[in-house]
């Protein structure tokens, strides 16, 4: 009963989003809207400035991700060849960003974008995304190159195998699921940046800046926005429940 | 070696960053010619509205940081066995805090649905000078990823402690308190020093929950940056920079002492 309650309080509020953004008309103290409709979504489809604004934010993302990438992939197969207070330096320096106001980093960035020529363009707010993005794509990609990948690869080696091959058939199938979780990590953290985005992108419309005027002022079309900012997440979260093993912790209930 | 790349993107994006932000703070209208001057620190440490906006920051990260702890240890008690419930409860650490705050608006604003629910709040929860509805946002939101955090520390020795506990008569809270909390107290106390840092620095919730009466840090210099210019921009980079050396000095101690006491 606990355990279902500590559960449903958290995920029910999620679901009221759905409702709200089907709300056609919602007026009184009525529990239930008065009306469901569309009004909501198509405010969402045809704003001209929102659909700009999912473009944009879908560009920066994918440009903050193939620029986080490579490097994530490096620095994760690092972290697992260092160990002690090398580990430790290394870890404290990727991570160190994250402790940061983004309203911080993205007007500090914006500083040197404007000497570059790259204030209020994607490629620059993709820049200040980047400074998060990283980080968020080394964690999900180090949880693949466990000791069993190195030994898996090592007989590789010892069996033939050239790096190329030993890539694509070994390390590459093995590193795929946290490859796909730093993917979909990635992209939902740029997705949802509001405070580099504001700092960075100037008037850019981004889709995180043009969903906070319409949650108070028309909390229809702002549930159907939220939802649109949440989707990145949501597809986290189902990859997390089909790919979580069936079978609950072996451990005694305690305390 | 192979993290030479990554490390060089972090330290240039960041390390240019702070500089940037410094630079501005104490060069009002670098981009088009000022001069250099420690005018805008001046001004902003005189500043009422600024100290306001400190205070009310610290209250908010000492606040939410104080209600998150104690809520995410019964939560990983509570979920601890159940793999469907853990998935529950680690929903909302993915979803971003611009959403948090939406929903914060939607489930406790006026005619939201709470209200609904309820036939009426008893107390205004969203634009509240207490800052009572940006704190239960970031409890919905830190309470689990805290949870998530004791849920990674709470090992097989730790179940087996807790069991000798048990054989030994004590009850669940004191199991909780004299076992549970010392074996993953230095996970929960960074995890804790990371949810206020993040706080001290968050726009998205004060944003859409707060009051525009009362700032925080990061508020007060979104409001410096509409007022426009430079100077004032020079003003809303010093804020920022307090906003930050504040977050990092929350975490790098508590960093360093929880890899000393690591069990």
Same mark, same amino acid.
């Given at each position: ?20 953004? +089907? ?5 009184? !103290? ?22 700009? +604004? ?51 980093? $993205? ?24 400074? #998060?993005?990283? @980080? ?18 090592? !007989? ?11 890539? /694509? ?16 990590? $990635?992209? !939902?953290?740029?997705?949802?940046? #509001? ?5 960075? $992108? ?20 702002? !549930? ?21 093993? /069936?079978? @609950? ?7 | ?8 993107? *972090? *330290? ?13 703070? *104490? ?25 306001? =906006? ?12 104080? %209600? ?6 019964? %939560? ?10 853990? &998935? ?11 959403? *948090? ?23 205004? &929860? ?16 830190? =309470?689990?990823?805290?949870? %998530? ?14 069991? =000798? ?19 993953? =107290? ?53 804020? %920022? ?15 360093? &002492? ?6």
């Amino acid at each position: 009963m606990t355990r279902r309650f500590a559960a449903g309080a958290l995920v029910v509020p999620l679901l009221a989003l759905v409702l709200q953004a +089907a709300a056609d008309q919602w007026t009184g !103290a009525a529990v239930v809207p008065q009306r469901l409709g569309a009004r909501g979504w198509r405010a969402v489809v045809d704003d001209p400035l929102v659909g700009r +604004a999912i473009v944009n934010s879908a560009v920066v993302a994918g440009l903050a991700l193939a620029l986080a990438l490579p490097p994530a992939w490096l620095a994760a197969r690092a972290l697992h060849e260092t160990a002690g207070r090398a580990r430790a330096a290394l870890v404290a320096v990727l991570l160190a960003p994250l402790i940061v106001p983004q309203l911080a980093v $993205g007007t500090g960035l914006t500083t040197w974008l404007l000497r570059l020529g790259l204030a209020d363009t994607l490629f620059g707010v993709a820049l200040a995304h980047l400074v #998060y993005v990283l @980080p968020y794509v080394v964690v999900a990609l180090a949880t693949a190159f466990t000791p069993e990948l190195r030994a898996r690869e090592e !007989a590789a080696a010892v069996l033939g195998a050239a790096p190329l091959l030993r890539f /694509r058939t070994v390390t590459l199938p093995a590193c795929l699921p946290a490859l796909a979780l730093g993917v979909a990590l $990635g992209f !939902a953290v740029s997705w949802s940046q #509001y405070g580099t985005s504001l700092a960075a $992108g100037g008037g850019l419309p981004m889709l995180p800046l043009v969903t906070v005027p319409f949650v108070r002022a028309d909390p229809q079309v702002g !549930a159907a926005l939220v939802l649109v900012l949440v989707a990145p997440a949501l597809v986290i979260a189902g990859a997390a429940v089909l790919l979580s093993p /069936r079978t @609950p912790a072996p451990t005694p209930e305690v305390p | 070696m192979g993290a030479i790349p990554a490390v060089a993107i *972090v *330290v240039v994006l960041f390390t240019g960053a702070m500089v940037g932000a410094a630079w501005t703070s *104490v060069h009002p209208g670098a981009i088009v010619g000022g001069s250099l001057g420690a005018g805008a620190w001046r001004e902003v440490l005189a500043d009422p509205a600024f100290r306001r =906006a400190l205070a009310f920051t610290l209250w908010l990260a000492v606040a939410s940081t104080a %209600l998150a702890v104690p809520a995410a240890l019964a %939560l990983a008690v509570a979920v601890r066995r159940s793999s469907l419930a853990r &998935l529950g409860v680690a929903a909302p650490v993915p979803v971003p805090h611009l959403v *948090v705050a939406a929903l914060a608006v939607l489930w406790l604003g006026p005619g939201g649905l709470a209200d609904r629910l309820l036939g009426g709040l008893p107390v205004e &929860l969203v634009g509240d000078r207490a800052g009572v509805g940006i704190i239960l946002t970031y409890l919905y939101k830190e =309470a689990p990823f805290l949870a %998530l955090i004791v849920l990674a520390a709470w090992d097989r020795a730790t179940d087996d402690l807790l069991e =000798a506990a048990a054989a030994f008569g004590a009850g669940p809270v004191r199991r909780t308190l004299d076992v549970l909390v010392p074996r993953v =107290a230095p996970a929960l106390a960074l995890g804790a020093a990371v949810v206020a840092a993040f706080v001290v620095g968050a726009t998205e919730v004060p944003l859409l929950v707060g009051s525009s009466g009362r700032d925080t840090l990061a508020t007060h210099s979104l409001d410096l940056t509409r007022l426009g210019g430079p100077a004032a921009r020079a003003q809303a980079a010093a804020v %920022l920079l307090v906003a930050g050396a504040l977050a990092a000095a929350l975490v790098v101690p508590v960093a360093l &002492l929880a890899r000393r006491f690591r069990p």
